[in-house]
């Protein structure tokens, strides 16, 4: 029997918020520098973005890192958006499976793009949380505990437009506040579809236990 969230999108980014109390300054600050790091890759033509492919997927697992301590109330530093690079090859392997997967299937339509991407979207979060698993490991773990919740993950992104509006028409400062508050909201998506994946397998696991 699957268990899903009742959790509700505006209760999700309420917490994001809550979470980033305080602790603005540190999120802000750290996407800042990764914006200037990618802007100065793309100066170099060429190598430049290729670099940028390269060590994104290391970036996007020390966001997700820090994102999880951030919601779970744990200490969280500046030198976590770079703790990726510890497992560099795991994330590098992750993100060019899900852009290539991601590609592939929008070159069918755009809509199986889309869905592709909300099926892999917990990829690094579960690649923080489980260092050891291989980046494929990570995408069909995340494929699976999405099972149900594409649309809820959707719904939960349209609750964004505005701010990327006004993103905008801030010439793409108002960037630095919306990513961090974009990642921390699903950080928290993804502990909330994580509790209850956990209780889905205990249950489906129950009657095998039973009849031992």
């Known amino acids: 029997m699957t268990i899903l969230s009742t959790t509700l999108n505006q209760e999700i980014t309420a917490q994001a918020r809550q979470a980033l109390n305080g602790k603005w300054g540190l999120v802000v ?3 800042l520098i990764v914006i200037l790091l990618n802007i100065l890759s793309q100066i170099v033509p060429i190598v430049g973005p290729i670099v940028w492919l390269i060590v994104s ?17 744990e200490k969280a ?7 990726g690079f510890n497992n560099f090859t795991t994330a ?6 899900m852009t290539l997967f991601i590609l592939l299937w929008a070159l069918l339509l755009i809509i199986p793009g889309i869905i592709a991407a909300y099926s892999y979207m917990l990829t690094f979060f579960i690649l923080s949380d489980e260092p050891s698993l291989t980046a494929s490991e990570a995408i069909n773990k995340s494929k699976e505990m999405m099972k149900g919740y594409k649309w ?11 701010w990327a509006l006004l993103a905008i028409l801030t010439l793409g400062i108002a960037l630095l506040w919306l990513a961090p508050y974009i990642g921390m909201s699903f950080a928290k998506f993804y ?20 009849a031992c």
């Open 29 to 31: 600050g750290a996407m």
């Open 57 to 73: 997927g290391a970036f996007s697992l020390g966001f997700a890192s820090l994102y999880l301590n951030l919601c779970r109330g």
């Open 77 to 83: 530093e500046f030198s976590q958006i770079f703790s």
């Open 92 to 97: 590098l392997v992750a993100n060019l499976l």
């Open 152 to 162: 809820k993950a959707f719904f939960l992104s349209c609750r964004f437009i505005g």
């Open 191 to 210: 502990e909330d579809i994580k509790e209850n994946h956990a209780e889905t397998v205990t249950i489906a696991e129950e009657p095998q236990a039973l």
